[in-house]
């Protein structure tokens, strides 16, 4: 029987473990593409490991996870992942179930954000996060003065996390150049209307991301990948 830390997981036969079809394969990718079939050879061949789930092992794994994550149970992954989550929070105002959201949330599954923060409606559209919110740790705050409280005892130690303001208003500065704290918060806008006056009001620096185009704004998913990104460029260590 094959368990963790063996050598490779088995794949069924003829999958690729990416799921995409091979160079030249011009058929149309489906959802059973996507990830990995039933674990091959059968229960007798199921791993001895309580990470795995036996619903996935029998019917496949077809979920938008990382493979060393396949046929793992939610719980697990997020067990795992709580292990080596950034220091970093995002928060995000919805004073208008803003659709972006959902953007926000899955970019902040991928470099590893210590948890997301909702401002306003408890309800946002998840349909941009593509479920990665299950791997997170998603926190709602009915305003800005919620976050604020969280935030005063909320680093290590009990000190207070500082605030971090995303948004191109007047007197903002360079998120370029700018040393991101380690533990922060990264605090946007709806879309639109950006930061609210409250939002402005209780950060402490508003950054703002260089832009050389006739736009006068980038979407908020985007800005929020940017600014996680750039905090990961500075902190994070990467693997080679």
Known sequence: MWRAGEGAR???AGQRATGVPAVGDNREVTKDDVGVGPWPGGREAWPDDERYDPELLEHGDRRNVEDRFRY???EAIVAELDTRRHPF???IENWGHDLNIGSVVRSANAFAAAGVHILGRRRWNRRGAMVTDRYLHV?????VAG????AATAGPGGARLPLIGIDNVP???PIEGYALPRECVLVLGQEGPGLSREALDAVEVVLHITQFGSTRSINAGAAAAIAMHTWVTQHATIPH
Request: aromatic share 10%; net charge neutral.
């Open 147 to 150: 976050l604020v409280g969280w």
């Open 89 to 91: 929070h995002v928060a």
């Open 72 to 74: 793992w149970t939610v």
């Open 139 to 143: 926190h709602h705050h009915p305003d």
């Open 171 to 173: 007197g903002s500065v």
């Open 10 to 12: 088995p794949r069924c």
